[in-house]
C-alpha cells in the first residue's frame, strides 16, 4: 500500500454518551487515527467497543465532546451531515421503501441538485456497477436481501464521496452470500478508487478485505496495522484473543535487542520473540503463538518444548492437535491435512512442540 | 390417496363454517346496527310528511328530495331552484375542510414531536393528548365559549393591556364553529399520524441527511411519503365527524352558522318533516363519500407521483 494522500484523521476524539442518571458511557476514549486515500480501512471489535460511533461521527450523526476529525486536512465538525461529501452505507440498508430501486440510488444526486440527465447516466453507471440493471423499477421491497445490499451500495457511491462509511454492511446475510459480498466490495473499492471505511465485528472479515485494521474495544484503539501484522504480532491479549485461535506462554525476560526479546519460558527453552513498537519489556511476560505457527514432531527431544498428546479434532482442511504442556495450560496446534493420509499420532502420546522462527510475540500487557 | 384428499376436503369444510361463526357477531352488528337503520332512513325520506312528525307509512312521494335542492310554491306548486339548503352544505363543507386542514397544520408537528420523545415519555404525552376526551364534548363546548364570548377570557385580556377598546365579536361566527372544532377534533388527527410516525424508521431520515436532503426535503421526500397512511386516516376522522357536527355549531355558531347537523335535527324537532331530515342525512353521506373516494384517489395518485 502506497502512502497516499490523508484522507480522514481523527484527533483525541472523545465521544461521551449520557445515560439516564449521572452513569456516562464513554463510547469513545481520546482516539486517533489516521485513514489514506484509496484505503480499505476497517474498525473491528465486539459490539459496545465505539466502531460505530466512530463511524456515526465520521458520518456527522454524532458530535464528539473533544477532540477533531479532519478530511482532507479540514474541520469537519461544522458541517451537518448534509454537506460533507461522505455517505453511509447502513446496517440495515435504511433504502427508502417508497422508492423504487432506481429512485433510491438517484435520490443523493437529486438532493445535490444534478440535472436529470446526469442523474439518470449516474445511475445506469450505478445499476451496471452493481449488476442490478433487470430490477431498476423495482420497490426496495420487492428485492431479496443480496440486492438491497447492492442498491445500498450504489446509494452510497453515487454521489461519488469522498469517503464511504460501511457500518456492518455484510452481517444480515447468510454465509453464501456474505462471501460472495466480500469479493464484490472489493472490487467495488478497486473500480471506484474510494477511500472505504468499513465496521465489522467479524474478524475473518476484516482480515480477508482491509487494506489495515484498527482493533477496538472499550473506546479505544488497541492496535492499527495490516492485517499481517495484527495477526501475526498482536501487541495485546485482547487482541491476540479476539482475532484468530491463539496460544499463550509465561516466561521472562532475559534480555532485548533491535525489537527482539530472548524469553525463557516457564517450559525450560529460551526462545526469541517480537515486541510491539516501542516496548521495552522486563520481568515477567507473556508470549503468543498462533496454532498454525507451531508443529509437533514425534522427536520428543529436538522439540522445543515437550507437551503430552490430549486430544485430536478433524476439520476436513486441518487437524487441531490440543496439546498439555509440560509446564502446565493448553496449547492447539493445526496442522494442514494432506493426501497422504493420518499423520500417527495418537491421543496420550508424548510429542515435542517446535516453533517457526518469529513465531512467538510478546504482549504488552 | 384419496384417504388423504378426504381429510383435506372435510378440514376446509370445517375452517369455513369456523370462520362464519366467528364472524357472525360482527356480522350480526353490522346488519342490525348499520345496514339495516340505514335503509329505514333511505325508506323514510320517501314516505310523505306527518302532521305532527313522524311519517304518513307507505304513502310515498319524492317531495322530500324535492325540497332538498328547490322550493314548491304555496299557490301554484310550481318548483323553483333554491338555495337556502346548498348554503348550509356548502359552509359545512367549508368549514369541515378548513378544520381539517387546520388539525393537520397543528396536529402533524405534535405527532411529530411526540414520536421523537424517548420510548417511556411517549405514553404520557399520548395520554395529554387524549385528557379533552375524559370530559363531556358539551361542557368543553361551554368553555371554548367561556373563552371566546364577549365578556370571555381573551376579550377581557384583550381590552385590560389596552389592545382593543371594544370586545371582537368572535360568538356565533364561522370563526367560533371552526374554534370549536379544531379543539374538538385535534386528538382524532394527532393520534394516526403518531401512530405512522411511531412505526416511522429514523435510521430512513439519518439515510436522507446523509446523501445531502436538508430538512425540508427529508420531511418532503422522506418523511411525508412514509407517515401518509396516518395523515389520511387523520384527516377522515376528522372531516366526516366534522361535517356532520351538531353540538359544536350548534352553542358556537348559533342560528346564523347553521350547518349540516343542525339543519338535519331542525327537520326531525321544530320543523317536523322526518322525510327531509332523512333526505338530507342521505345527501350528507353521499358529500362524506365523494370527499373520501375524491381524497383517498388524489392522496394515492400523489404517492406515486412522488415515491
Redesign the interface.
Known amino acids: 500500500m502506497s502512502a497516499g494522500q490523508i484522507a480522514i484523521e481523527a484527533k483525541g476524539v472523545t465521544k461521551i454518551f449520557q445515560g439516564g442518571g449521572h452513569d456516562a458511557v464513554r463510547a469513545l476514549d481520546n482516539v486517533s487515527l489516521t485513514i489514506r486515500e484509496n484505503e480499505f480501512f476497517t474498525l473491528l471489535g465486539p459490539s459496545g467497543c465505539g466502531k460505530t460511533t466512530l463511524l456515526r461521527l465520521i458520518?456527522?450523526?454524532e458530535f464528539p465532546n473533544e477532540g477533531e476529525i479532519l478530511l482532507y486536512g479540514s474541520d469537519i465538525a461544522p458541517l451537518?451531515?448534509?454537506?460533507r461529501p461522505?455517505?453511509?452505507v447502513?446496517q440495515?440498508y435504511?433504502?427508502?421503501?417508497?422508492?423504487t430501486v432506481e429512485?433510491n440510488i438517484g435520490?443523493?444526486l437529486e438532493?445535490?441538485g444534478k440535472p436529470k440527465a446526469e442523474v439518470a447516466a449516474r445511475v445506469s453507471d450505478m445499476l451496471r456497477l452493481v449488476r442490478m440493471e433487470e430490477l431498476r423499477k423495482r420497490r426496495t421491497s420487492q428485492i431479496s436481501g443480496g440486492q438491497q445490499q447492492r442498491v445500498a451500495l450504489a446509494?452510497?457511491l453515487a454521489?461519488s464521496p469522498k469517503v464511504l462509511l460501511l457500518d456492518e454492511p455484510l452481517s444480515a446475510l447468510d454465509y453464501k452470500l456474505r462471501k460472495d459480498m466480500q469479493i464484490e466490495l472489493k472490487r467495488l473499492q478497486h473500480e471506484t478508487g474510494i477511500t472505504f471505511i468499513f465496521v465489522t465485528h467479524d474478524q475473518e472479515e476484516a482480515l480477508t478485505m482491509s487494506d489495515r485494521i484498527a482493533v477496538m474495544s472499550k473506546g479505544r484503539i488497541l492496535q492499527t496495522g495490516s492485517p499481517r501484522q495484527i495477526y501475526d504480532h498482536p501487541a495485546e491479549r485482547f487482541v491476540a484473543n479476539f482475532i484468530g485461535e491463539t496460544n499463550f506462554l509465561e516466561g521472562r525476560v532475559l534480555g532485548t535487542k533491535a525489537g527482539k526479546a530472548d524469553i525463557e519460558l516457564d517450559a525450560g527453552a529460551v526462545i526469541s520473540a517480537g515486541l510491539p513498537d516501542g516496548f521495552v519489556p522486563a520481568g515477567r511476560v507473556t508470549v503468543v503463538i498462533r496454532p498454525e505457527h507451531a508443529t509437533i514432531i514425534r522427536d520428543v527431544k529436538s522439540g522445543t518444548i515437550r507437551a503430552t498428546l490430549d486430544n485430536i479434532v478433524y476439520f476436513g482442511t486441518d487437524t487441531h492437535y490440543h496439546l498439555k504442556p509440560s509446564c502446565g495450560g493448553d496449547f492447539i496446534v493445526r496442522h494442514q491435512n494432506r493426501s497422504a493420509g493420518e499423520a500417527g499420532f495418537e491421543r496420550g502420546m508424548e510429542v515435542g512442540l517446535r516453533f517457526e522462527d518469529d513465531a512467538a510475540q510478546v504482549l504488552r500487557d | 390417496m384419496p384417504r388423504a384428499a378426504e381429510f383435506a376436503t372435510a378440514a376446509a369444510r370445517r375452517d369455513i363454517r369456523d370462520r362464519w361463526l366467528l364472524s357472525a357477531p360482527a356480522l350480526l352488528i353490522i346488519f342490525f346496527a348499520a345496514i339495516g337503520p340505514l335503509f329505514i332512513v333511505l325508506l323514510y325520506s320517501f314516505m310523505v310528511k306527518g302532521d305532527y312528525g313522524d311519517v304518513k307509512f307507505w304513502q310515498f312521494t319524492s317531495d322530500a328530495w324535492i325540497s332538498v335542492l328547490f322550493e314548491r310554491d304555496l299557490f301554484d306548486d310550481t318548483v323553483s331552484f333554491a338555495d337556502a339548503h346548498l348554503s348550509v352544505l356548502w359552509r359545512s363543507v367549508k368549514l369541515s375542510a378548513a378544520t381539517t386542514l387546520l388539525c393537520l397544520v397543528f396536529g402533524f408537528p405534535t405527532a411529530y414531536f411526540i414520536a421523537t420523545r424517548p420510548e417511556r415519555q411517549r405514553d404520557v404525552w399520548i395520554l395529554l393528548v387524549t385528557i379533552p376526551f375524559w370530559t363531556n364534548l358539551l361542557i368543553r363546548t361551554f368553555a371554548v365559549q367561556e373563552l371566546i364570548r364577549n365578556e370571555g377570557i381573551v376579550n377581557s385580556f384583550l381590552q385590560w393591556i389596552g389592545l382593543i377598546d371594544q370586545p371582537i365579536q368572535m360568538m356565533f361566527t364561522e370563526f367560533a364553529v371552526m374554534v370549536g372544532m379544531v379543539y374538538v377534533f385535534l386528538p382524532l388527527m394527532v393520534l394516526p399520524i403518531y401512530a405512522s410516525m411511531e412505526k416511522l424508521d429514523f435510521r430512513l431520515v439519518e439515510a436522507g441527511y446523509d446523501l445531502y436532503a436538508g430538512r425540508l426535503q427529508v420531511l418532503r421526500r422522506v418523511i411525508l411519503p412514509l407517515v401518509r397512511p396516518g395523515i389520511v386516516a387523520g384527516s377522515i376522522l376528522v372531516f366526516i365527524p366534522a361535517l356532520g357536527a351538531y353540538v359544536t355549531p350548534r352553542l358556537l355558531g348559533g342560528g346564523k352558522s347553521l350547518m349540516l347537523g343542525t339543519l338535519i335535527e331542525l327537520q326531525f324537532g321544530q320543523g317536523r318533516n322526518w322525510p327531509l331530515g332523512a333526505a338530507l342525512s342521505i345527501t350528507l353521506m353521499a358529500i362524506v363519500m365523494a370527499a373520501l373516494l375524491f381524497y383517498v384517489r388524489t392522496v394515492s395518485r400523489g404517492g406515486n407521483r412522488n415515491g
Do not use: I
Open positions: 458520518a456527522g450523526f451537518p451531515p448534509y454537506r461522505v455517505n453511509t447502513f440495515n435504511a433504502l427508502f421503501p417508497h422508492m429512485q435520490f443523493g438532493m445535490l446509494r452510497a454521489p
